[in-house]
C-alpha cells in the first residue's frame, strides 16, 4: 500500500510539472516554505509574479518604401485624405431640349460657410460644373438628336461629374473635380481632371510653382524623378520601361503644370494626378501618385510665400511613416 500511494505522488508530481510551464509573456516564481512544528500548522506560501513587457520598437525609416500608383482611374478614391465634414454633396440634374438623348451623372461639393474661403471655392466649382454642362448640350447647337438618330443609327451625348476631396483644413482647400464625356459611337470616353488650391491665409489661389525653389536649376530633374520613382514603384521592370520610353524625356513639373495634369496639396505631400495617355500607355490608365515633402525638400523654397504652411506640416509627427519620413525645414 505504501509503494501504491508513493508510486501516486510521483506521478501526480509528474504531471503538474508538466502541465504547469512558463509563458514567453510572464515568468512565475512560487517559493513554498513549510514550517515544522509540534502543532498541527498549514504550510505558508508566498508567490511572486513577474511580468515582462514588450516595448515597441521604433519606426525604421532607414530602408524607405515607395507608394507607387495610388489609382488608375478618376472614379477611384484617393487613399490617405481624410474624411472631411465641413461640406455637402450637390447633384446636379441638368434640364433642357432633347434631355432623353442626354445623360448626366453630376455629384458636387459645395464647402460650408464654417470654412474660410468657401465662398471663392464654390464660385471656382460651380463655374467649371456650368461650363462643362453647356459644353455638352452645345452639341444641339449644330446636330438634331432625331435626325442624327436616323442617319447614325443612334445618338446620345454623357457627362459625369465627381470630386475628390483633398485637403479642407485651417491652412489649405484643395480638391479635384473630374469628369468623363462620352459621344455616341465614340470608342471610349474622354476623362480630365481639374484641381482647385487655394491658400486659406488671404483665400488667394495657392501657386503650385512658387513651392520651389526655381534658381535651384537641378529642381526641375529632382521632381521629374520623383514621380517616376513612384511610378516604377510597384511595376515590373518591364512595365516601368513604358513609363519611360513613352515620354522621352518624361515631362517637367513646369509642362505638366502647362496641360495637362492636376496637382493637389496636402498635408501628406503633393498628389498628382495625370491625365489619361499623359504618361504612359492606354492600359495604365489615369495614374495618381504622391510626392512626399520628404523628397521634396531639397528644391522647396523655404523662405517663399508657403513657407508657413509647410512648416506647420513638417511639425506633424503623427504623419510620420516609411513611405512619409520626417522631414525638416533648414533653420
Known amino acids: 500500500m505504501f509503494n501504491m500511494r508513493a508510486m501516486k505522488k510521483i ?20 517559493k513554498t516554505v513549510e514550517e515544522s512544528s509540534t502543532t498541527s500548522t498549514p504550510a505558508s506560501t508566498t508567490t511572486t509574479q513577474t511580468t515582462i513587457i514588450k516595448q515597441e520598437e521604433p519606426l525604421d525609416t532607414s530602408e524607405r518604401r515607395y507608394r507607387g500608383v495610388l489609382r488608375t482611374s478618376i472614379r477611384q478614391s484617393v487613399p490617405l485624405v481624410y474624411d472631411f465634414k465641413n461640406y455637402t454633396e450637390t447633384v446636379i440634374n441638368p434640364d433642357h431640349e432633347y434631355i432623353e438623348y442626354f445623360s448626366y451623372e453630376i455629384r458636387m461639393p459645395v464647402v460650408d460657410d464654417s470654412q474660410k474661403c468657401s465662398s471663392e471655392v464654390n464660385s471656382a466649382i460651380e463655374d467649371t460644373v456650368n461650363n462643362l454642362i453647356e459644353d455638352t448640350k452645345s452639341v444641339l447647337e449644330y446636330t438634331n438628336p432625331e435626325e442624327a438618330e436616323e442617319e447614325w443609327g443612334g445618338f446620345s451625348e454623357w457627362l459625369s461629374i465627381d470630386y475628390d476631396i483633398v485637403e479642407l483644413s485651417e491652412e489649405v482647400i484643395s480638391l479635384f473635380i473630374s469628369h468623363s464625356t462620352y459621344s455616341f459611337g465614340a470608342a471610349h470616353p474622354i476623362s480630365a481632371t481639374t484641381s482647385f488650391n487655394y491658400l486659406v491665409e488671404d483665400c488667394r489661389e495657392f501657386e503650385i510653382l512658387k ?6 536649376t537641378e529642381y526641375e530633374d529632382l521632381i521629374s524623378q520623383e514621380m517616376l520613382n513612384q511610378l516604377c514603384a510597384n511595376a515590373t521592370k518591364d512595365a516601368c520601361e513604358i513609363f519611360l520610353n513613352f515620354n522621352d524625356p518624361f515631362p517637367t513639373l513646369t509642362e505638366l503644370l502647362d496641360c495637362c495634369s492636376a496637382f493637389a496639396v496636402s498635408e501628406f505631400g503633393l498628389f498628382v494626378q495625370f491625365w489619361e495617355y499623359e504618361v504612359s500607355g492606354g492600359a495604365q490608365g489615369e495614374e495618381l501618385i504622391l510626392l512626399p515633402w520628404y523628397d521634396l525638400v531639397p528644391v522647396l523654397d523655404q523662405s517663399g510665400p508657403y513657407s508657413n504652411v509647410l512648416k506647420e506640416y513638417s511639425e506633424r509627427s503623427w504623419l510620420v511613416s516609411i513611405f512619409e519620413p520626417a522631414w525638416y525645414l533648414n533653420g
Open 11 to 30: 506521478i501526480i508530481l509528474f504531471l503538474l510539472i508538466s502541465f504547469c510551464g512558463g509563458s514567453a509573456e510572464v515568468i512565475e516564481e512560487t
Open 211 to 216: 513651392l520651389f525653389d526655381t534658381s535651384n
